[in-house]
């Protein structure tokens, strides 16, 4: 920690949107600040990045895409093929959000490291709008 205000495990942070998020990871403060992006750009944006998570489960070469649309993901898989981009759907599983509950917030902000592109996924979806299409990739 810089100095005593860096964020501890513990500490809970209130997004832009007024959902509160309990800490329990400090390496994972990307996704914080891409929560707050969502709630500023969900209408302006359709696709978030989970560079880190994705990495892991597809390794570089593959992009993960999470949208519970099928009619999104279609257009997303064509735009893949004409730019040669290869991508992966991956599954929106909503039992696992049950790991990201938090007992003083309204969520913590991992869910532990198996599922973790899936946990990040689910907790990016709070931050967007019902009405705009939830994708990440």
């Not at 390496?27 to 302006?44: F, H, I, M, S, W």
């Not at 990495?55 to 070469?61: E, H, K, M, Y």
Request: net charge negative; proline share 3%; charged share 25%.
């Amino acid at each position: 920690m810089i100095s005593g205000k860096g964020m501890r495990p513990g500490d809970i942070v209130t997004a832009s949107n007024g959902k509160t998020i309990e800490v329990n990871n400090t390496d994972a403060e990307g996704r914080l600040t891409l929560a707050d992006a969502l709630v500023y750009a969900c209408n302006q944006v359709d696709l978030a990045t989970l560079t880190g998570a994705c990495v892991v489960a597809l390794r570089p070469s593959i992009a993960g895409v999470f949208t519970p649309n099928d009619d999104l993901a279609k257009e997303l898989f064509q735009a893949s093929e004409a730019s040669g981009e290869k991508f992966w759907r991956m599954p929106l599983e909503e039992s696992y959000w049950e790991s990201m509950k938090s007992g003083v917030a309204d969520m913590v902000n991992t869910g532990g490291r198996q599922g973790g592109a899936i946990n990040a996924a689910l907790f990016l979806k709070q931050f967007v709008d019902e009405k705009v299409r939830v994708d990440a990739r």
